[in-house]
């Protein structure tokens, strides 16, 4: 079965330090999703990707995020300047185009664990 | 601001008993409705999907919508100690697809 494979599986960066976050989506799936889920936490959004741009993001997806498609298969998350409060689960996730009125599910990556220190 | 509230748990339940998964959604314009399992330090996993008001059933697992009283629920019948794990339920608004919003879920403990 397809599926949404993320890398890596963890990341430990310094506090002030850039990383990213790559995702490659389930192959016939347009939408992208980043959610984050800070250990104890809900899970919660991001920001959404659709058709080469940002269709909708969070308060928490502010100038110290964003997010690319470089090519036809990955999907990345760039956090400049990482601060303690970044340390979370990181989830891609991606979904098929929706019905007329409906969601399609989500299919979630497996995570990366990033931890600033 | 948009809420989906889950039960406090955990809940505990013996090997074969009928578990039920409750939540409320506070956005009355919510179309889509998802139930995702999340064993400890893994990603939500979709168990179930549900639109219109009523039941559906997958299995041992059954989801019901009461769109008038914002609720939808999630039944596990036979529960298996694999069955353990964190229930999330997940809400979107109506439309394209729009984010999700999640509960802080519910943890489920099968006592063999």
């Known amino acids: 079965e397809p599926e949404v494979t993320q890398t890596p599986s963890h990341q430990v960066t310094q506090m002030g330090q850039e990383v990213i976050l790559r995702c490659v989506p389930i192959?016939?799936?347009?939408?992208f999703y980043w959610y984050r889920q800070i250990l104890g936490q809900k899970v919660e959004f991001l920001v959404s990707f659709y058709n080469n741009e940002i269709s909708e993001k969070s308060e928490i997806f502010d100038d110290q995020f964003s997010v690319e498609r470089p090519d036809g298969s990955n999907f990345t998350l760039k956090i400049r300047s990482t601060k303690l409060e970044d340390s979370a689960m990181y989830f891609c996730a991606s979904s098929t185009p929706p019905g007329q009125s409906t969601h399609s599910p989500l299919h979630f990556g497996n995570g990366t664990r990033l931890t600033v220190t | 601001q948009k809420e989906v509230e889950q039960n406090s748990g955990p809940l505990s339940v013996p090997e074969g008993a009928i578990a039920s998964l409750n939540c409320t959604y506070s956005d009355r314009g919510s179309q889509s409705f998802f139930w995702y399992r999340q064993y400890s330090g893994k990603s939500p996993e979709l168990i179930m999907s549900i639109y219109s008001n009523g039941d559906k059933e997958d299995g041992r697992f059954t989801a019901q919508l009461n769109k008038a009283s914002q609720y939808v629920s999630l039944l596990i019948r036979d529960s298996q100690p694999s069955d353990s794990a964190t229930y999330l339920c997940?809400?979107?608004?109506?439309?394209?697809?729009?984010?999700?919003?999640f509960g802080k879920g519910i943890t489920l403990s099968v006592r063999p």
């Open positions: 997940a809400v979107n608004e109506a439309g394209a697809n729009s984010k999700l919003t």
């Open positions: 192959s016939n799936h347009l939408y």
